[in-house]
């Protein structure tokens, strides 16, 4: 990727998370471990699936999916993010700038749409169970990957070439630890009508619609809940939910606060605070609350770790 015509800046400059140097080193340790919690989470539960034929099942085809993608996810962006806190200018170039923006769409996207394939499994699950086998074959489930990664490679293709077509003068200090959308566009010189046109399409697509069938999944699933006899049951079918609807409220909650609020220098420095949830938290959380709030993980990785002693 190239700047784009009449663009004068060939690099730009992270601000990081905080100018504050008493709290430099302490972040940079706070969010290395996140970083190592993020990466052998994510890892584990990704090994674990793939080696145990009894987590071949939709709902664990999700989860691998979701790993794969918190796993890459989260390296776009965290190298850079810790050395913003060991370097007095940590610097990007242009290319580097814009990719970094086109791959955090990308995995940004994609989760959304990958956590909406999942309630709608939980949903399928617990309202139509003698329909399960149908309704998630191995046909639908790939479909609906498949067409999660292509809403997200289109989202991030548009937000991107968007993006290259601004031209880029003298400022080139972007108030963010990463390359998001809106400190970027904040420093361009030409206008950015288009941008924030697209922006909140892709944005509105991308966050009310999962949200919305979320919800409507959720509805149905509660409704059904609700009509189960046994307090055993509706505790197991709650427990079956609970953890998705945890990293669906952070996930999408901190999304809906930074991207469908007025740009403004307040609401700029309070939503970099908000994207360290979507961006650091929500995946070193992922790996733990689907599994060691799991019996069938908890099985597989017993298993897993009697045969590696074999």
């Not at 601000?15 to 340790?29: A, E, K, R, S």
């Not at 809906?256 to 220098?265: D, E, G, S, T």
Request: overall charge positive.
């Amino acid at each position: 990727m190239s700047p784009g015509n009449g663009s004068f800046v060939t690099e730009f400059i992270l601000v990081g998370l905080t100018q504050q140097p008493d709290l430099q080193l302490p972040l940079f340790f706070l969010f290395l471990a996140m970083c190592m919690l993020t990466m052998l989470g994510n890892l584990g539960l990704i090994t674990l699936i793939g080696l145990n034929s009894h987590l071949h099942t939709p709902m664990y085809f999700f989860l691998f999916n979701l790993s794969f993608t918190d796993l890459c996810y989260s390296s776009v962006f965290t190298p850079k993010m810790l050395m913003n806190f060991l370097t007095k200018k940590n610097i990007i170039s242009y290319q580097g700038c814009m990719t970094q923006l086109f791959f955090f769409c990308f995995f940004a996207i994609t989760e959304c749409y990958i956590l909406t394939s999942m309630a709608y499994d939980r949903y399928v699950a617990i309202c139509n169970p003698l329909l399960y086998n149908i309704a998630m074959s191995p046909k639908v489930c790939s479909i609906l990957i498949f067409g999660s990664y292509l809403m997200s490679f289109s989202g991030a293709m548009a937000h991107t070439v968007c993006m290259l077509r601004l031209t880029f003068c003298d400022a080139n200090t972007i108030n963010h630890y990463f390359c998001d959308i809106l400190p970027v566009l904040q420093l361009s010189c030409t206008s950015t009508y288009v941008n924030e046109l697209v922006m909140f399409i892709i944005v509105s697509i991308s966050i009310s619609v999962p949200c919305l069938t979320i919800f409507t999944s959720y509805g149905f699933i509660l409704s059904n809940i609700l009509h189960i006899n046994s307090t055993e049951g509706r505790s197991k079918a709650f427990s079956t939910c609970s953890s998705h609807i945890i990293v669906v409220s952070l996930f999408f909650g901190s999304g809906f606060f930074v991207y469908l609020k007025p740009p403004n220098a307040e609401s700029m420095a309070k939503g970099k605070i908000s994207s360290v949830f979507y961006t650091n938290v929500v995946p070193m959380m992922n790996p733990l609350i689907y599994s060691l709030r799991n019996k069938d993980v908890k099985f597989a990785l017993r298993k897993t770790l009697s045969r590696g002693k074999c």
